[in-house]
């Protein structure tokens, strides 16, 4: 089963990957993860992406796609895979099914989290990091036993310059910009599955469930 997970940030889409990623043992993968891990490893494509990324511009959709092809080549995508957040336009929707070809795949559904700006506002707003293992808490939906303090590890709670409501509202104008041609191409393969992620993580959980009839 290859998934895509398309959806504005904070639409909910890394909580359901993980539930996704567990149930049917697949892999959730994320264009952020790849792009850091590639800088990290020194990789020819990860030196041409920190390139851009040193000097402030969005990296390339033919390296991103490049990336995400090495990825989902790897052994522990052949049962299937989740992309979250990928693709985030038209060109790499094209660029991502020409791909998958080549590799013999395809993709089986995409599902779009529709979420209101208020609500993504909130969640975002309220998101904190471990700025040692990375572990998410919220909050209000999901505190940490000791305030700013990660129950994992014992790190320090940190908000993301990411998570500030400026940064959020741009981002959300960012995605509104290009995601209709995104999600009108899936439609009119027949792909598309709208969820409606304004509800709490559990209903939508429930709703995915009844998609896959599991």
């Known amino acids: 089963m290859n998934l895509l997970l398309l959806g504005p940030p904070g639409a909910g889409k890394g909580t359901q990957a993980a539930l996704i990623s567990k149930k049917y043992s697949i892999p959730h ?10 800088i990290k490893n020194g990789s020819e494509l990860g030196k041409k992406a920190k390139a851009y990324v040193e000097s402030g511009h969005l990296v390339p959709d033919e390296i991103v796609v490049q990336m995400v092809k090495e990825r989902i080549s790897k052994s522990d995508c052949e049962g299937g895979f989740i992309l979250d ?8 929707a094209e660029e991502l099914t020409v791909c998958l070809k ?16 208020g609500v993504i ?6 998101r904190r990091i471990c700025s040692k293992c990375e572990t998410i808490f919220h909050i209000k939906n999901m505190p940490p036993k000791v305030d700013g303090i990660c ?8 908000q993301r310059k990411d998570d500030e409501e ?6 959300l ?4 910009e290009s995601a209709q041609p995104l999600l009108d191409y899936y439609q ?19 709703l995915l469930k009844d998609y896959f009839k599991v």
């Open 166 to 171: 400026e940064t959020i509202r741009n981002r």
């Open 151 to 158: 129950d994992k590890c014992g790190g320090k709670l940190i």
């Open 29 to 38: 993968i994320s264009t952020g993860e790849i792009l850091r891990n590639c």
């Open 85 to 92: 957040g990928f693709p985030r336009n038209y060109k790499q």
């Open 102 to 117: 080549e590799l013999g795949k395809e993709i089986d559904s995409a599902l779009n989290f529709d979420a209101s700006e």
């Open 121 to 126: 506002i909130e969640r975002l707003t309220g």
């Open 188 to 206: 009119k393969k027949g792909l598309l599955f709208t969820i409606p992620a304004d509800k709490d993580y559990r209903e939508v959980e429930k």
């Open 173 to 176: 104008k960012v995605y509104r």
